[in-house]
């Protein structure tokens, strides 16, 4: 170990001597974290964005600890896919002594199926801990891995963070693909005493997709899936939903909440893109889709054509439709819906023909116009028929001066960095993920695969419900022109959205609103302790704490620390905007 690695297991030392912390624990194998590190870097990113405490060790540091010392400070210790793949058969033992003294494991995928030499073991050591073997053919890798798909166990839908349309059947679908395959382990179920989450399936074969088994104040999580390496490939949802089940739902681990104000957040995306939208804005503002009460992102192409250098067929933001411009201005946002022209501008990215250069000029050239109008700075973008390169079009929109943009990848998840190909793209500009229908997103789309008004409105008003019960974001999206497809569905949505809004549980603003509440709320530091029979949370932001919610688990304090609550926690809201902030209660 060199001198800045011994320091740091030091300093932890004297931490867990000397205090009792909430912070989550990353173990991750020496040997693998060099290849592997984009594992860690992915966990890390969404634990950050769901304010929640953590420190990383290598498993070898963590066996230097007693158990039911090191619980103090770390109450849950997870183990990513990929990077703790090679651990010692005495992780198995330190593991089981730590979640009998009341700790809380999260074993994801293949963690602990191979010894530290990288050779699969006969079993994996978790296999008893959690009631489920996941390499049942160590000696035959292709045989112990397959495709399959996820299919949610319905009961524990309203804990899991899975939207409203994200499922077909309660198997995780995707926009465009419909249900989704992803790898997965081949299980047996050694343990009758494990809850079942969910399930793994294809025509050959059902396995254990997640599974929890509690010991007392204890318990042991199994997720059956690389959670962590589809993070890092644009699929963020399904770790982000699983860590708040089982951080916040199982274990109740005080974390600060990336809502402002505790309340649902809602972004309407409203996509204008050719001459039609002329009749659109009118109509929307005549018959109520567009009122002050409610702020939209409304994404403009501003060129005056659509498939080619003059067919006459664009919005024409600066020309022949610029009065209808000028109107969406008073109803929200305004952003760029690509590079001047949609259909030219999708078809020259998509075949390569416009590279970094080309990108830039055209979205410039449509944000110059826009900015004409609107005399601020636009911050928002969408990309024309979803067609957003990775990371080419994100390192362009940060040059310009850009925050956030609509985005098809990490489909149906809250605002997150995204990854691709292994990094993080950016930590400047936030992707806003569109949430799908099953395999639909927009109300044409929709109506081609012959939804009923009344399925569409049921799905609109259970995102409303859904944002607000589990205090998160989304962003739903559609083009005006295609509003008479479901004129009543859209209009008793919007209704509801506004309802909700004006009893003060909702939120319904464009991204830029929520990407500087997440910006800002990144860069938060703060803590959560015991000290005597005290619980004490210092909380501190230079750039200033309003709407931030502290979560403080109702069974730690006595007394009823709010009327902001759930199941599980008390909301205590910082409501001015000072740079620090001391909060405490007495333990029960």
């Given amino acids: 170990m060199n001198k800045l690695g011994a320091l740091l297991s030091i300093l932890l030392f004297f931490s867990i001597a000397l205090a009792q912390e909430f912070k989550v624990l990353i173990v991750y194998s020496s040997q693998q974290i060099d290849q592997k590190k984009y594992a860690i870097n992915a966990l890390e990113s969404v634990l950050q964005e769901e304010g929640v405490l953590f420190s990383k060790m ?37 593991s089981e002594e730590y979640v009998k003294s009341g700790g809380h494991i999260f074993v994801i995928y293949d963690a602990g199926v191979k010894d530290t030499y990288g050779h699969y073991r006969n079993r994996p050591i978790f296999d008893s801990l959690i009631g489920v073997d996941y390499c049942l053919y160590p000696e035959e890798e292709d045989k112990a891995y397959t495709l399959g798909y996820f299919k949610l166990n319905e009961f524990y839908l309203r804990d899991i963070d899975i939207p409203p349309g994200k499922t077909i059947d309660n198997t995780v679908s995707g926009y465009k693909y419909g249900k989704l395959k992803y790898p997965v382990a081949l299980t047996m179920q050694i343990d009758d005493n494990i809850e079942k989450i969910a399930y793994v399936y294809n025509s050959q074969f059902q396995g254990i997709g997640a599974s929890l088994k ?38 109740n681990i005080p974390h600060l909440l990336n809502v402002p104000y505790a309340k649902g957040g809602l972004v309407i995306n409203w996509h204008i893109d050719s001459s039609l939208d002329w009749k659109s804005v009118p109509m929307m503002i005549k018959k109520g889709y567009l009122r002050k009460t409610i702020t939209y992102s409304n994404h403009i192409t501003a060129g005056p054509f659509l498939q080619k250098p003059g067919d006459g067929k664009g ?89 956030c943009y609509y985005y098809t990848g990490d489909s149906g998840s809250a605002p997150n960095r995204t990854f691709y190909n292994k990094e993080m793209v950016s930590d400047k500009v936030w992707a806003f993920p569109v949430t799908p229908l099953e395999d639909v997103a927009s109300f044409y789309e929709m109506s081609v695969k012959g939804y009923s008004s009344k399925k569409v409105e049921k799905w609109l008003k259970a995102m409303v419900d859904f944002v607000i019960e589990r205090k998160t974001i989304r962003l739903i999206y559609s083009h005006p022109y295609d509003i008479p497809r479901y004129p009543k569905a859209i209009l008793r949505f919007i209704d509801y959205a506004e309802k909700k809004y004006k009893q003060g549980k909702l939120i319904v603003k464009p991204m830029i609103y929520f990407e500087n509440y997440l910006e800002r709320f990144v860069k938060t530091e703060f803590s959560f302790e015991i000290k005597g029979r005290k619980f004490v949370v210092d909380v501190s932001n230079p750039e200033g704490l309003r709407g931030i919610p502290i979560a403080i688990p109702k069974k730690i304090c006595s007394g009823k620390l709010s009327d902001i609550q759930d199941r599980h926690f008390y909301y205590i809201i910082i409501t001015k905007n000072t740079k620090n902030f001391h909060y405490e209660c007495r333990l029960r």
């Fill in 315 to 403: 919005f024409d933001a600066c020309g022949k439709g610029k009065r209808f411009a000028l109107m969406l201005i008073k109803y929200g946002i305004t952003g760029s819906h690509g590079g001047w022209a949609h259909n030219w501008f999708a078809r020259k990215v998509l075949t390569g023909e416009f590279g970094y250069k080309e990108i830039k000029k055209y979205i410039e050239m449509n944000n110059e116009c826009l900015e004409k109008l609107t005399h601020q700075k636009v911050k928002e973008y969408s990309a024309p028929n979803g067609v957003h390169p990775q990371p080419i079009m994100t390192k362009v929109l940060e040059e310009l001066g850009m925050k």
């Fill in 214 to 251: 509690r010991y007392g104040e204890g318990s042991a999580f199994f997720v059956n899936l690389p959670l962590c390496y589809l993070k890092a490939e644009s699929d963020d949802l399904l770790l982000r939903a699983f860590i708040r089940f089982y951080l916040f739902r199982v274990v």
């Fill in 58 to 94: 290598s498993a070898a540091s963590l066996l230097t600890y007693y158990p039911e010392k090191i619980k103090k400070v770390f109450p849950v210790i997870i183990f990513p896919d990929g990077v703790a793949q090679q651990l010692s058969a005495d992780v198995k033992y330190w």
